[in-house]
């Protein structure tokens, strides 16, 4: 798999002493240097203002070696953290324009009323391919719908066929940007993104994430009379030239954040900015046939391995719904739950 540059720091020799180290040499050194004029202690021991002078410059050089790779204003846990990108981050690729082909396949059996979601991916994947790209560059997807026709489970799939780690973000539980983008030290909840913290944790920089439900983010006042939204804070992550120098605001560096595949779910437009869906074009997705409920039906009883007239009971249930643009995939799933639970359901004696 290639690797990519992904944080915009340089980091210091692996082999760099740590203080004790230099703290050893110095005082190693003053005492070889007082021995030549004579003024060495026979006790090998040095005064308290010359060990505070050897203190001082230790920190002195780890602070310049620090500010030279642009982390100085990091404390040592923080850099430690960051040590994960020293070789640089994996990128999942797809090598051939038969790969992507069968990856959309896959999708589109899954989930054939995805269509156009899927059409979008699988020309992005092709295009990425014959630009010789070192991983799939996908454009950020807003998918509009419904309740309950499987936006959000459609995006699990695609990290799936894709290789590649899922990060999901409720919308709904998370008021501002801060999910997504982290926030500055001083705020109670201050940390990186949760995007950051999968790719840190994984190593690959080319992850799926998934924001659900994004029309009902909530907007967070600060008490200097500052307003963040989710939306707005994710404008500089859709654009791919602003995300691959991203400044994240915890650590307060760069990091290449371009290569993440955004999924946005909503059930409407109401409330979205017209920055926000100038970048990422919302893609329109009807209800669900009885077609689409009976096939998924199919399709999740057999990897349960439940017995053809089991699946074909929940096929009944839904041929003899009148609406059945109003029968969710959860519903779906809670009948096939329901046929599982009797056929495994103990004899009783």
Same mark, same amino acid.
């Given at each position: 798999?290639?690797?990519?540059?992904?944080?915009?720091?340089?980091?210091?020799?692996?082999?760099?002493?740590?203080?004790?180290?230099?703290?050893?040499?110095?005082?190693?050194?003053?005492?070889?240097?007082?021995?030549?004029? /004579?003024?060495? !202690?026979?006790?090998?021991?040095?005064?308290?203002?010359?060990? %505070?002078?050897?203190?001082?410059?230790? @920190?002195?050089?780890?602070?310049?070696?620090?500010?030279?790779?642009?982390?100085?204003?990091?404390?040592?846990?923080?850099?430690?953290?960051?040590?994960?990108? !020293?070789?640089g981050a994996e990128l999942k690729t797809v090598e051939?324009?038969?790969?992507?082909?069968?990856?959309?396949?896959?999708?589109?059996?899954?989930?054939? #009323?995805?269509? @156009?979601?899927?059409?979008?991916?699988?020309?992005?994947?092709?295009?990425?391919?014959?630009?010789?790209?070192?991983?799939?560059r996908l454009r950020p997807l807003l998918l509009v719908?419904?309740? /309950?026709? /499987?936006?959000?489970? #459609?995006?699990?799939? *695609?990290?799936?066929?894709?290789?590649?780690?899922?990060?999901?973000?409720?919308?709904?539980?998370?008021?501002?940007?801060?999910? $997504?983008?982290?926030?500055?030290?001083?705020?109670?909840?201050?940390?990186?993104?949760?995007?950051?913290?999968?790719?840190?944790? +994984?190593?690959?920089?080319?992850?799926?994430?998934?924001?659900?439900?994004? @029309?009902?983010?909530?907007?967070?006042?600060?008490?200097?009379?500052?307003?963040?939204? *989710?939306?707005? /804070?994710?404008?500089?992550?859709? @654009?791919?030239?602003?995300?691959?120098? #991203? +400044?994240?605001?915890?650590?307060?560096? +760069?990091?290449?954040?371009?290569?993440?595949? #955004?999924?946005?779910?909503?059930?409407?437009?109401?409330?979205?900015?017209?920055?926000?869906?100038?970048?990422?074009?919302?893609?329109?997705?009807?209800?669900?046939?009885?077609?689409?409920?009976?096939?998924?039906?199919?399709?999740?009883?057999?990897?349960?391995?439940?017995?053809?007239?089991?699946?074909?009971?929940?096929?009944?249930?839904?041929?003899?719904?009148?609406?059945?643009?109003?029968? +969710?995939?959860?519903?779906?799933?809670?009948? %096939?739950?329901? $046929?599982?639970?009797?056929?495994?359901?103990? $004899? %009783?004696?």
């Open positions: 798999m290639p690797r990519i540059k992904f944080i915009d720091v340089t980091f210091p020799p692996s082999n760099l002493p740590s203080s004790f180290d230099i703290e050893s040499r110095l005082k190693r050194h003053l005492h070889q240097l007082r021995q030549k004029t /004579g003024t060495a !202690r026979e006790d090998y021991m040095l005064e308290d203002s010359d060990r %505070l002078k050897v203190r001082r410059r230790t @920190e002195a050089y780890l602070n310049a070696v620090a500010r030279k790779s642009g982390m100085g204003h990091l404390d040592k846990d923080d850099r430690k953290k960051l040590e994960v990108f !020293r070789t051939t324009e038969h790969s992507a082909d069968e990856i959309a396949s896959a999708l589109h059996a899954e989930m054939p #009323w995805m269509a @156009e979601a899927t059409e979008r991916v699988w020309q992005d994947m092709r295009a990425s391919v014959r630009n010789g790209d070192p991983a799939p719908g419904p309740p /309950g026709i /499987g936006k959000s489970f #459609w995006a699990r799939l *695609l990290g799936d066929k894709l290789t590649v780690p899922t990060t999901v973000i409720e919308a709904t539980g998370e008021p501002a940007a801060f999910s $997504v983008t982290g926030s500055q030290r001083g705020w109670g909840s201050a940390g990186p993104g949760k995007p950051l913290e999968g790719i840190m944790a +994984s190593g690959i920089a080319n992850p799926v994430v998934v924001v659900d439900e994004i @029309e009902k983010a909530g907007i967070v006042d600060s008490n200097r009379g500052m307003r963040f939204s *989710l939306s707005e /804070g994710m404008l500089p992550l859709l @654009e791919r030239f602003t995300a691959a120098r #991203w +400044s994240c605001p915890f650590f307060r560096v +760069s990091f290449d954040m371009s290569w993440i595949t #955004w999924v946005m779910t909503a059930n409407s437009l109401s409330g979205l900015p017209v920055p926000f869906l100038s970048r990422c074009p919302p893609l329109h997705l009807s209800a669900l046939s009885a077609e689409d409920l009976k096939g998924f039906a199919t399709r999740e009883g057999g990897r349960r391995s439940l017995p053809d007239d089991a699946i074909a009971a929940v096929h009944e249930v839904i041929a003899a719904i009148d609406k059945p643009q109003l029968v +969710s995939l959860r519903s779906v799933v809670r009948m %096939l739950d329901a $046929v599982d639970q009797a056929i495994h359901r103990p $004899v %009783l004696h």
